[in-house]
């Protein structure tokens, strides 16, 4: 069964089905999209940690800096949500002290699983368990399955997914009863349920102390973008085409995430962008010793290696660029107690 099989097998089943129901069957059911993992240069979209190493060297300094506060726990575990082909768990790898420390990568993908066990160092989960010192989730959020509303002339609507001949349509159905306020005729809105339900297995899932760390594209007190989704690094507008081919994300609330881990009995530090994050941890210093790189190569005559050091220098300027990864933000979770780091 592929995820066009098991959309349409549930549409049969039930009548028309939330937008969560068909994203959680188009990325994670059968045949989804998340079933090989997709990130990468021949993939669909990367990620942070994709586009430079610099950026799991100063997420790295972050961990330590959290692993301090507290107290140095023996052992130390870290775990990573959505760890996806195993890119940021190894760069963190190379640059957190490993001795005491227990690394834990939760993945559902059946082909991320593949990959991540083969890194040494590395346990890997089907689940977030137990209870970790330290929680990463980065851009796992935007694509947990959220629900769409849709105001209209009669007032708020659900849009639920159906069929009409072989293709895929959307549906208006009544606005669920928690729903509050009003939707103007055409404008829409996300209900980021897997989200929310994420903050409180984290906030379950905690050691006392503990953080969380949530990274991601968004905005406060506003998502950040209508849905859309991503095929061969193309964005895409039509969700409903080829389900499991395409990646499908919305922007994430992080108000909505910090007053949802208020709520659980977590302290919500005030969340920042990952250009004001990064820089915080680094990332000018680092290019500084880029820099010295790149004129010692040429002083030794080493012109192609030079080329490389601009080029990668570069390329990692996309990580605090605030028209690219810059505007992605971070929130910080604590348990009661915890004090925010200077990096927010």
């Known amino acids: 069964m592929d995820a066009r099989d098991a959309v349409t097998a549930a ?18 059911g059968p045949g989804g999209f998340f079933e090989v993992p997709p990130i990468g240069a021949d993939g669909d979209f990367v990620t942070s940690p994709h586009v430079h190493p610099a950026f799991a060297r100063l997420l790295a300094t972050a961990v330590e800096d959290l692993r301090e506060r507290l107290g140095d726990p023996r052992p130390f575990r870290l775990t990573e949500v959505g760890a996806g082909d195993g890119t940021l768990a190894r760069g963190l790898l190379d640059h957190v002290a490993r001795a005491d420390l227990e690394y834990v990568a939760v993945e559902t993908s059946p082909g991320a699983l593949g990959s991540l066990a083969g890194i040494d160092g590395v346990r890997v989960s089907e689940r977030l368990e137990g209870a970790s010192h330290v929680i990463l989730a980065n851009e796992l959020m935007d694509n947990l399955p959220f629900r769409r509303l849709r105001g209209t002339s009669g007032g708020p609507r659900e849009v639920l997914v159906g069929i ?8 208006l159905a009544e606005t669920p009863a928690e729903v509050h306020g009003t939707l103007e005729d055409g404008e829409e809105l996300t209900v980021p349920d897997g989200a929310l339900r994420f903050v409180d297995v984290v906030a379950a899932r905690l050691a006392h102390p503990g953080y969380a760390l949530l990274i991601d594209y968004g905005g406060v007190g506003e998502p950040g973008g209508p849905p859309h ?20 994300t919305s922007g994430v609330d992080f108000a909505l995430l910090a007053e949802r881990a208020e709520r659980a009995g977590l302290v919500a530090f005030p969340s920042v962008t990952q250009r004001h994050a990064l820089t915080a ?8 010793e880029e820099l010295a790189t790149q004129a010692a190569q040429l002083n030794d005559g080493a012109g192609l290696d030079a080329v490389r050091t601009w080029s990668g220098r570069s390329r990692a300027t996309l990580l605090v660029d605030p028209s690219a990864l810059g505007r992605f933000r971070w929130l910080l979770l604590g348990t009661p107690g915890t004090t925010a780091p200077g990096w927010i």
């Open 11 to 28: 549409i049969r089943d039930h009548g028309p089905i939330s937008f969560a129901e068909y994203m959680e069957l188009a990325l994670s």
């Open 229 to 248: 989704g991503y095929r061969g690094h193309r964005p895409i507008e039509d969700l409903l085409d080829r389900p499991g081919t395409a990646d499908i």
């Open 281 to 288: 941890l680094g990332f000018d210093e680092w290019i500084q």
């Open 164 to 171: 009409d001949g072989d293709r895929f349509v959307e549906r």
